[in-house]
């Protein structure tokens, strides 16, 4: 290594954190302001302006002094940006911070502190509560159902006192931190999904590959959500939560879990937008349904690259799901102990 590549890597910080910014506005700007309170400071931010129509964003960004800003040419999605966060970050640990999150002062003081209890572990996901009422979780990472529908675990239930730090099925992508190396090794995000459930994809290829994620649940943010995207109901968010859900299921799903996981999955998708609330959804859900057999050939190329890679049983993936429709309908946490047995665990 020469000298000023030495130097260079004496230099870079211990955490990248990358905020992906669409037509965000008044949200960026709270966004960066927390971030630019935080009592850990070994950190660079990132700022993505994914061609937003509004070009207020990198106005924003570029009021907070040291954050470094990369105006895209044109929209690359939540994943295509990821996957530019990660090549331009200099940090060992990659941050994604939604810019509808904020963050509390001690949050990645908090996600420092889990990384150092948990030496052999490369992913971390925060406790995310609802902005506006802070006594409503958003979500203790992200659960996967034997029915191939994920959700974020505790989503809209009241937070309770006491939550244990423990393994979840996957990372939210608006507050998770993961080992940069790591992503890069697991092909980071697909940007085939372009946004909604890539963290999800990401996460089951971690499960795929034996990489646990730890919910740390000091590590607290406030979240909004699809602030930039209408909310959770409109159209595009549905489309693309919807395409996407199958994309995971066809790509993700071992073998011999397939022919499970597939037929509850296309009956719990009938039964949802069979409810009254959301049949003025179901033309969408149709829609996205025929879209994703037209992105078939695509999944299944990816597919069989990731299930080549699989290092742990289909068992052991059953288990990390969880199978009691209970959990699903309530959107139950499922946070199980950190394994035992791992080389440098306290």
């Known amino acids: 290594m020469d000298e000023r590549a030495q130097e ?45 129509p509004d070009p207020g964003d990198a106005v924003i960004a570029r009021t907070f002094p040291g954050m470094r800003l990369i105006e895209n040419a044109e929209n690359l999605g939540f994943s295509g940006a990821g996957n530019q966060a990660a090549r ?45 009422d802070p006594a409503l979780l958003d979500g203790l990472g992200d659960v996967m159902s034997g029915y191939g529908i994920p959700y974020r675990g505790g989503y809209l239930s009241k937070c309770p006192d006491q939550i244990p730090e423990g393994e979840v099925f996957s990372p939210c992508g608006a507050a998770m931190m993961i080992d940069r190396a790591l992503f890069l090794e697991q092909g980071g995000f697909d940007e085939f999904f372009f946004c909604y459930s890539e963290d999800v994809d990401l996460g089951y290829r971690l499960q795929l590959a034996g990489e646990p994620t730890i919910l740390a649940p000091k590590a607290v943010i406030r979240h909004v959500g699809s602030a930039s995207t209408g909310g959770r109901k409109s159209e595009f968010a549905v489309f693309h939560g919807t395409r996407n859900r199958f994309y995971g299921v066809y790509k993700d799903t071992p073998w011999p879990l397939l022919p499970i996981v597939v037929p509850l999955h296309l009956l719990a998708v009938a039964y949802i937008s069979s409810r009254r609330e959301n049949w003025p959804h179901a033309h969408i859900v149709w829609r996205a349904f025929k879209a994703s057999l037209k992105g078939l050939p695509t999944i299944l190329k990816s597919r069989r690259e990731v299930q080549a890679r699989r290092r742990v049983s289909a068992w052991a993936i059953a288990r990390a799901m969880t199978w009691n429709p209970r959990d699903l309908t309530g959107r139950r946490p499922v946070i199980r102990r950190v394994r035992p047995n791992r080389p440098g665990e306290p």
């Not at 971030?35 to 950190?43: C, E, M, Y």
Request: proline share 6%; glycine share 4%.
């Open 8 to 52: 260079d890597k004496a230099k870079a910080p211990l955490i990248t954190v990358c905020v992906i910014a669409w037509n965000s506005g008044p949200t960026l700007r709270t966004c960066l302001e927390h971030l630019a309170a935080q009592s850990f400071t070994d950190f660079e931010t990132l700022v993505i302006d994914n061609q937003s």
């Open 88 to 132: 331009e970050g200099r940090g060992r640990w990659l941050v994604f911070l939604n810019p509808d999150a904020f963050a509390a002062p001690d949050w990645l003081a908090e996600l420092v502190v889990a990384s150092q209890r948990h030496p052999t572990v490369r992913s971390f996901t925060s406790r995310q509560l609802m902005d506006e």
